[in-house]
T-cell receptor
Framework: QQPVQSPQAVILREGEDAVINCSSSKALYSVHWYRQKHGEAPVFLMILLKGGEQKGHEKISASFNEKKQQSSLYLTASQLSYSGTYFC???????????????FGKGTKLSVKP | DAGITQSPRHKVTETGTPVTLRCHQTENHRYMYWYRQDPGHGLRLIHYSYGVKDTDKGEVSDGYSVSRSKTEDFLLTLESATSSQTSVYFCAASGGLAAREQPQHFGDGTRLSIL
């Protein structure tokens, strides 16, 4: 039930682009993305609610393919500050009620080098 | 972040002792969550609350209990701590009518070591 993130880790040079994928075996209602720096709390990036929806946050954007039960996070022209571990959290479509409990993936560690 | 405070921030205790972690929020969020984070597992939900005195189990609830007597406070208790409960614990909160459409705001975490 836990979504699968790929890759597990990626190393970039400043200015390079990266894509992080999140794939679920279940139909999804929403996908949430968070970034966590070492020793800190996870920080919310964005939520995708509808199939095909794309959202942007600075140079970080994401898409949600409802049919494929997948979401991708795009980081363009990476900066040193983008380093951290990125987590997707999924809410299954058949979830009862509105509690909206997230099921998190294991994370993708992104390292941006000068 | 978003007025969520966890206490203590660090704790070392012995196997078999009771432990209570506190989460306090100032934003009047309806939903509150306790997660544990372990290497290779990501964030796993222990218990959650959808209102005062309304709580339910998450994915890894065995050995844990929670209480929420006020909107702003959510307590996590390990009745008899075991070494397998050594972890980093995060509290989170979210508002709105449909938590599945709202961002979760996390506290800074509690690093708990059980010897």
């Amino acid at each position: 039930q836990q979504p699968v993130q790929s890759p597990q880790a990626v190393i970039l040079r400043e200015g390079e682009d990266a894509v992080i994928n999140c794939s679920s075996s279940k139909a999804l209602y929403s996908v949430h993305w968070y970034r966590q720096k070492h020793g800190e709390a996870p920080v919310f990036l964005m939520i995708l609610l509808k199939g095909g929806e794309q959202k942007g946050h600075e140079k970080i954007s994401a898409s949600f393919n409802e049919k494929k039960q997948q979401s991708s996070l795009y980081l363009t022209a990476s900066q040193l500050s983008y380093s951290g571990t990125y987590f997707c959290g999924t809410v299954p479509r058949n979830y009862g009620g509105s509690q909206g409990n997230l099921i998190f993936g294991k994370g993708t560690k992104l390292s941006v080098k000068p | 972040d978003a007025g969520i405070t966890q206490s203590p921030r660090h704790k070392v205790t012995e196997t078999g002792t009771p432990v209570t972690l506190r989460c306090h929020q100032t934003e009047n969020h309806r939903y509150m969550y306790w997660y544990r984070q372990d290497p290779g597992h990501g964030l796993r939900l222990i218990h959650y609350s959808y209102g005062v005195k309304d709580t339910d189990k998450g994915e890894v609830s065995d050995g844990y209990s929670v209480s929420r007597s006020k909107t702003e406070d959510f307590l996590l208790t390990l009745e008899s701590a075991t070494s397998s409960q050594t972890s980093v614990y995060f509290c989170a909160a979210s508002g709105g009518l449909a938590a599945r459409e709202q961002p979760q705001h996390f506290g800074d975490g509690t690093r708990l070591s059980i010897l």
